[in-house]
């Protein structure tokens, strides 16, 4: 249990890994609508690198290799693809960029093509033909596949890691809910209760791409502050994320101890080992729980839904997305968008999704018709994942600006400062106000 993360967390038998599908698993029939791909001739003696995240699940690096290795037989063209780790592919992206050097093609993080907009091509008619075939793209990806205020296309949103709470069924009942509480007040009680029977929770205050984001991300939109209003004007210091850090200080006392350092496998690995019994996480945690029979009553017993929600009722839980950018000094620019449309084809992109569990939440509607969504009614609350309106950066453009103070993770060390106590909440949000207009000027 102790060795579950999430960079290898699904193990599948060769049959279904080679098929690219959850045992048993046929692929659906994805709904099409006409359009013309856009005429791209690749180049003569084409090559590609391509940089991506680390995998989750195996299947993820597994079929992405294998579409790869299609595109690569009936082009001519050869592709190299480099997983980097979470924390290492900014760097690596950025140097990239500043050298102008490297990968032509970086399924990066949702914020990075904003950060080098102004080095990458232009992918409105790859996007635009992806839109009309696949029933349209959903909210987030939009927001963050065009350059702000325009309808051009910088990135091509490829999925995103979805962030409901997922907790122990049996223990929840023990402590006294038939059901996880959707309110503020009532979540809080409930992680009291857990805490009270020796069943802590534990979210992930440490500089955390997936975790850590998530975690403070919601605490934050769901209590109504935000980083810049909507002219992009500092305005993370208001009242609503001063009542925002007070709650997150009273959640941090039913926290399970070290999560101040947490990073993106310590609640993978504390929840299978049973040492907490609430938490958010993506898929792969509730697959690699239930394909490995020694934690296979653990998934029996796991359940996953929607977070707290914000003013209105809408859905206030992190996402963490997956964006595919050319490069302008790719030499190949076409063979370079040929092959992310070729990736984004029901054929090749249903069998990444289906392999991958639903992982990677798909950016097209007409995807929502796939399998997994009903291979395991536990899977339901994946799959509006990117139907989410709040974004990094949130009310504002998303923009080189919103990117850095993402990357930066002043949101979530304000959180972590005023949960441990390390700061008032009066403190940490005026050290993240200070902070955030360092980039928005």
Sequence with gaps: MHNLTRRGALSLGAGAMAAGMLPGLARAAIPTGNATAPKLEIEKGATLRVLRP???????????????????????????VDFAGWEDLRPQTAVAANTGAGPDVV???????????????????????????????????????KKWGTEQWIALPMGGSGAPCVYRISWLKEAGFDSLPTDH????????ALKKNGHPAGFALGNAVGDGNAYCNWLLWSHGGMVVDEAGKVAINSPETINALKYAKELYQTFIP?????GDVNNNRAYAAGEIGLTQNGVSMYFALKNDPKTAAVAEDTGMA????????????????????????????????????????????????????????????????????????????????????????????????????AADYVTVQMFAAASSGQATPEEAVRE?????RRYYR
């Design 258 to 262: 070290g999560t101040l350092s947490w």
């Design 54 to 80: 680390t995998k989750f699940v195996d299947a993820d690096e597994t079929v992405f290799r294998q579409n790869t290795q299609k595109f690569a037989e009936q082009t001519g063209v050869q592709i190299r």
């Design 306 to 405: 929607r977070m707290p929600t914000a003013p209105g009722g809408k859905m206030a839980e992190n996402v963490l997305l997956l964006n595919a950018m050319v490069f302008k000094h790719t030499k190949f620019p076409n063979a370079a968008k040929e092959y992310l449309r070729f990736m984004m084809e029901a054929e090749q992109y249903d069998a990444w999704l289906t392999g991958c569990g639903g992982y990677w939440s798909h950016p097209l509607n007409a995807y929502a018709e796939s399998n997994v969504w009903k291979s395991d009614p536990k899977l339901a609350v994946y799959r509006d994942t990117n139907t989410v309106e709040f974004w990094s950066g949130y009310k504002g453009p998303i923009s080189q600006a919103s990117g850095s103070v």
């Design 107 to 145: 399924v990066a993080w949702a914020d990075d093509p904003h950060i080098y907009a102004d080095k990458t091509l232009d992918l409105t008619d790859l996007a635009t033909y992806l839109g009309q075939k696949y029933g349209g793209w959903m909210a987030l990806p939009q927001r963050f596949g």
């Design 185 to 192: 007040a009532g979540f809080l009680k409930a992680c009291q």
């Design 432 to 436: 993240a106000e200070r902070r955030a």
